[in-house]
C-alpha cells in the first residue's frame, strides 16, 4: 500500500517540476483540473466522514480503500496552481497562493501529509484511530481553504 | 506498479457494489464526480498523447508516471454513472447508459482495460510500444464517447 502512495508522490512531485505551461494547454484547463482533482478528492474523504461521523456504519475495508484514493488524490491539484492560473476561470484560490507560494506550499504540504497518515490509520481499522486521523486531515483541508480559498 | 492498479480497482468494484444512494449526497455531486474523473484522466492521458504525437520530447519516465494515474483513475468515474443520475446537472451523458447497461458497462471496462495496458506499455519505454497502446485506448474512448455521450 505504502508503494500505491510513494509512486505516485513520485509521479506527482515530477509533474511539479514540469513547466506548467507543458501541462496544461489552456489556463482554464489548469483551474478545472485542480478543481476536479480536489472535488473527487472530496467526495471520497466525505465517504471516510459519514463513517467516523456515525452516519453510515463503520466498515473498515471500504474506510481504508477510501482513505487510500484520498491520499492518492491529494498529490494532484497543485500542479494546477502553476503561474498566472489565479483567473481564466471561476475560481475561489485567493491572490496569496501565488503572493506567499512558501505558505501554500506549507499548506498543501501539511494537507498531503495528513492523508498519508489518514490512509496508514485506515489500515489499522480502529475506528479511534481512524477518527484521529480524520480531524488532523479535516483540519489541514480547513487552514488551507482558510488561508487560501475564498467564498 | 501492478499493485497500484489492483488495488486501485478492488476499491472501484467494493464502491461500484456500494448502492448510490450511500455515495454521493446529492445526484449533481455524481455527475460533478464522474465528469471531474474523467477531466483530470483527459488531462494525463493528453500529456502521453503529446509525446507520442511529437508535439513535446518522449520522456519514458514522465509518460509512465502519467499512464498510471490514467490508469488508477480510469476506475473512478463509473460509480458517478447510477441511477437517476442521468440528469439533474449539465451533463452529455446520452440514455442509452441507462437503457442500455450491458453495453456501456462493456464499454467502460474496455476503456479500464486499455487504460492497464496502456501503463504496463509504458513501463517498456519503448515509444513504439507506447502508441500502440495510446491508439488502442484512445480508441476506447472514442467508442465509448460515439456511443454514449451527447454533443
Chains 1, 2 share one sequence.
Not at 484547463?29 to 456515525?54: C, E
Not at 480503500?65 to 476561470?89: H, R, S
Request: proline share 5%; with cysteine; aromatic share 8%.
Amino acid at each position: 500500500m505504502k508503494a500505491i502512495l510513494t509512486s505516485v508522490l513520485a509521479s506527482s512531485l515530477l509533474v511539479l517540476a514540469a513547466p506548467a505551461s507543458a501541462q496544461f494547454a489552456k489556463t482554464e484547463d489548469a483551474i478545472k483540473y485542480r478543481q476536479s482533482a480536489l472535488f473527487v478528492l472530496g467526495q471520497h474523504f466525505g465517504r471516510i466522514g459519514a463513517m467516523v461521523n456515525g452516519r453510515v456504519p463503520f466498515d473498515a475495508k471500504v474506510a481504508a480503500e477510501n482513505a487510500d484514493i484520498v491520499a492518492a488524490m491529494a498529490q494532484l491539484p497543485w500542479a494546477g496552481f502553476g503561474p498566472g492560473t489565479d483567473k481564466g476561470a471561476p475560481t475561489k484560490a485567493e491572490p496569496a497562493i501565488w503572493t506567499e507560494p512558501a505558505k501554500f506550499k506549507e499548506a498543501s504540504d501539511k494537507m498531503v501529509a495528513e492523508t498519508a497518515k489518514l490512509a496508514a490509520a485506515a489500515k489499522t481499522g480502529n475506528l479511534d484511530t481512524l477518527k484521529t486521523a480524520f480531524g488532523a486531515t479535516a483540519g489541514s483541508c480547513k487552514a488551507c481553504h482558510d488561508a487560501f480559498r475564498g467564498k
